[in-house]
């Protein structure tokens, strides 16, 4: 791990740097629970939590719990976090155990999601919640800034639903296939539309395979149909 590698991108200097070190630390490099990020992911989630519902409540003060409530949920989830953490290109710093990094497990989004919030609670827990509301803040910027746009808060699967129920076809979700390790597995799904696949994703969780599934079949239903030759 290389600390000044890492303070440099993620824009914040460690007075402990034993704390960025357990911060990078997976399970699998150390099993204690106060060696490794799993503890500081709780603390993380919460500060995270906090900071997004602020912002979101400052920059959208007539939106109602519900929308706010969703506007958060776009910004504090797997894929959002991890794309932060590709953005700092921080991931391969994590220290794991020789077989899970040969496996690369750095390169599950849900790791990287996890990663995100243990940063976030050690730049809480050295600089404190000011120093931390920053970090996430410009990691998150982008996503804060689009949290309002009316599609990104509905999810593909219930868009697609819409879709579906409008044309009266049936949409189904198919496990095609789970690679990687127990701990940390792959799914891959397709969604059948009227019996035909209409598109495939992959994910960490079934959950999330489905969606990007369904955000594959969307993006085949937006584009224009040729028209058949008579």
């Given amino acids: 791990m290389d600390r000044r590698k890492i303070e440099e991108k993620i824009g914040y200097t460690f007075?402990?740097?034993?704390?960025?070190?357990?911060?990078?630390?997976?399970?699998s490099a150390c099993p204690k629970p106060s060696g490794n990020y799993q503890n500081?992911?709780?603390?993380?989630?919460?500060?995270l939590e906090y900071v997004v519902s602020a912002r979101l409540y400052a920059l959208y003060p007539s939106a109602d719990e519900?929308?706010?409530?969703?506007?958060?949920?776009?910004?504090v989830s797997e894929r959002p976090l991890a794309a932060a953490v590709d953005r700092l290109g921080i991931a391969d710093e994590l220290i794991t155990g020789e077989n899970e990094r040969m496996s690369g497990l750095t390169s599950h989004s849900s790791v990287k999601c996890d990663l995100f919030e243990s940063?976030?609670?050690?730049?809480?827990?050295?600089?404190?919640?000011?120093?931390?509301?920053?970090?996430v803040l410009r990691c998150l910027a982008d996503e804060l800034a689009s949290a309002g746009d009316d599609e990104k808060l509905t999810d593909a699967k219930s868009r697609l639903n819409e879709y579906a129920m409008k044309k009266g076809v049936s949409v189904r979700y198919c496990e095609e296939g789970r690679s990687g390790a127990p701990h940390e597995p792959e799914f891959v799904f397709s969604v059948y539309i009227a019996g035909e696949c209409a598109g495939t994703g992959r994910g960490s969780s079934k959950r999330e395979a489905q969606q990007h599934a369904a955000q594959q079949a969307l993006r085949s239903l937006s584009k224009p149909?040729?028209?058949k030759k008579s």
Avoid: I, N, P, Y
């Avoid at 500081?40 to 500060?47: A, N, R, T």
């Avoid at 940063?119 to 970090?135: M, N, Q």
């Fill in 119 to 135: 940063l976030t609670a050690a730049v809480c827990l050295d600089g404190g919640l000011g120093e931390a509301e920053k970090f």
């Fill in 15 to 27: 007075r402990d740097s034993a704390l960025l070190e357990r911060a990078f630390t997976h399970s």
């Fill in 225 to 227: 149909q040729r028209k």
């Fill in 40 to 47: 500081l992911e709780f603390l993380g989630d919460s500060v």
């Fill in 66 to 75: 519900g929308r706010l409530t969703k506007m958060r949920a776009a910004v």
